[in-house]
């Protein structure tokens, strides 16, 4: 099992002594509103998931993500994670605050420094494009003036519906150690399972001791499938087509920021601290529309050979009429009139159309569990 990114995992959760001084410390202290996605960011700094940080980017780790992919440690980091505020905040540096989420005080936050930053700057060099019809470069510009850095300290759990499915790294760390996995791939997902997707975790399974399937459940552009929804599916899925020891699933908190290359890096040093040896990248991970060329996020991991996990890439699957298998261009002799390809659009457009979903496409028991819903998407 790999050790976590940076040599150890973070907690940033306080003890029960702790977390009593910390509430009576409350009151004196300044509050800062926070919305559910950056409530989800603290919690995953506390526990460990986006360790080696211990609070939001100073400015030195800020400029060298943005700039080189770097913390300022030079260990490997590509996505800023950053908590904007408004230049009428009050907010000094090196005060202690408390950030508020849902009118509960969810952390501390001791404020290090409080930093200018140039939004097209940040959508240019995170996204690779200043265009506000990405939907990450549209979010930049709904932040805030300023960023602040420091160190956070966790003192209640953000309350998820589905908790049921969430683990934290040092969980998963101990269930792989459990099961007895030396190896365990991670599988990155947005999406409801279709055939193409069980290929590729049971190819990548044949050569793994164990598959964790760790499905992002948060903030997501409109026509992606609900959270519930990818759930259900998964775990029809699991408890139909997979061994039960060679498989689990734990939900991500996370908004999906649709970062192409970058965020396939950071996905992967996440699963790294879940404990994960590889890491499954397919074809145009985290991108949307047309930002990207296909492979661009598994050949970014070109410029990260110290990143202490091993990518699986996959490229372009298909059904074969002819083969009667899930194949590539590598296995498969015949001509495109014969594939069925699994295209994620594709499959959208029959459901809402009310067409029948071919078995070579996607297994029957996914497909009732998305048809029990009157609207599974993100509208």
Known sequence: MPKPHGGRLINRVLDDKEREEAQARLGE???????????????????????????????????????????ASDLPWTIPVALDVSPDSGLKEGQDIALVHGAKPLAIMHVDEIYEYSKPELAQKVFATTDRGHPGVARVHQMEGLLAGGKIDLIEEVVSPFSR????????????????????????????????????????????????INPVIGKKKPGDFKDEVILKTYQVLIDNYYLKDRA??????????????????????????????????????????????????????????????????????FYCQKCLGVVNEKTCPHGEEHHLNFSGTGIREMLTQGEDIPEELMRPEVVEVILSYQNPYVE
Not at 34 to 56: C, D, M, R, W, Y
Not at 190 to 198: A, I, L, T, W, Y
Request: overall charge neutral; charged content about 20%; aromatic content about 14%.
């Open 29 to 71: 202290l300044r509050t800062l509103p926070i919305s559910e996605e950056t409530a989800k960011e603290v919690q995953n700094i506390a526990h460990g998931i986006f360790s080696p940080l211990e609070g939001f980017l100073n400015r030195e780790d800020y400029l060298g993500v943005i700039n080189d992919c770097r913390l």
């Open 248 to 317: 689990v699933m734990a939900i991500l908190p996370m908004e999906m920021r649709y970062a192409g290359p970058r965020e396939a890096i950071h996905h992967a040093i996440i699963r790294k601290n879940f404990g994960c040896t590889h890491f499954i990248v397919g074809r145009d991970h985290a991108g949307v529309g047309n930002y990207y060329p296909p492979y661009a996020a598994q050949e970014i991991f070109d410029h990260f050979p110290d990143l202490g996990i091993t990518p699986l890439f996959f490229k372009s699957f």
């Open 165 to 212: 499915y969430y683990l934290k790294p040092f969980e998963t760390r101990f269930l792989f150690r459990e099961k007895g996995w030396r190896t365990v791939v991670g599988f990155q997902t947005r999406n409801v399972p279709h055939v193409g997707h069980e290929y590729v975790q049971k190819t990548a399974l044949t050569f793994t001791d164990g598959l964790f």
